[in-house]
């Protein structure tokens, strides 16, 4: 029976890690996402006023 315990316990420390690295990830992609919006409207503002 511990055995059993232990290896739920490990089940769900391991499916905690691996929410938190999805979790991370979506978060990086959203954050990429809008700095690519940023950078193209900054990059299009630049390409006006030199132009």
Do not use: C, H, K
């Amino acid at each position: 029976m511990e055995t059993a315990q232990m290896s739920g316990g490990v089940m769900l420390v391991l499916g905690i890690i691996i929410a938190i690295i999805i979790v991370a990830l979506s978060a990086f992609i959203y954050i990429y996402d809008w700095l690519a919006v940023i950078f193209l409207i900054i990059g299009g503002f630049v390409a006006l006023m030199t132009n």
